[in-house]
């Protein structure tokens, strides 16, 4: 039986720039089913980026209902937004954010330490999920040490030591090259077949139908969904 892990009833993002009104989203409703892959599309400045960040509780809504996986997210405080973050949200970016002075391992066990895992455990975990993602033999390389490409692998492996409930990825491809791009994307399918659920955004047609399913957006609204 399918559950909803992402449900948004009527969302709007206004914010003001100057004397402006921005309506960032304006209205949307959409759900996200567990084990899903699925690609929220449109060009710069659609809002699909506003879309991610209030999925992925780094924003609030101005109005209207967000849910993650149950959790009502709108009337939350930032303390209670940021443990959902860190317990059911997994983010992969365009610039991988790692922290330059740790190894690999290191970055990948650092979301486990702010969960409160003992550093016995975190090693374990991290070393696990590494290899998952094909880097067992990267654990002791800095990023400036590793390649683009394994570079988002660990990035990667740093959203997936929680065990999220959703992996939300931010044009995770746009700093690589079109070969590597294609490897991280394979990774990414490979993921999804084990059962999770990806959020994937992007610009590109291309690799937006290599999801299963694809959202729409434009000037923040809602402007097609279709599924492969």
Known sequence: MSRTVIKLRDVRKYYMVGDFLVKALDGVSVDIEKGEFTAIMGPSGSGKSTMMNLIGCLDTPT????YVDGDNTSGMN??????LRNKKVGFIFQQFNLLGKLSALENVMTPLLYAGVSVVERRERALDT?????????????????????????????????????L?????????????GNQIMALFEKLNDEGNTVVFVTH??????????QI???DGKLEDMNVI
């Open 63 to 66: 109005s209207g209902h967000i």
């Open 78 to 83: 930032e303390g209670e937004l940021a443990f």
């Open 130 to 166: 590494l290899d998952r993602v094909g880097l067992a033999d990267r654990v002791n390389h800095r990023p400036n040490e590793l390649s683009g490409g394994q570079k988002q692998r660990v990035a990667i492996a740093r959203a997936l030591v929680n065990n999220p409930t959703i």
């Open 168 to 180: 939300l990825a931010d044009e995770p491809t746009g700093a690589l090259d079109t070969s590597t």
């Open 204 to 213: 590109d047609k291309g690799l937006g139908m290599r999801c299963r399913r």
């Open 216 to 218: 729409h957006i434009r």
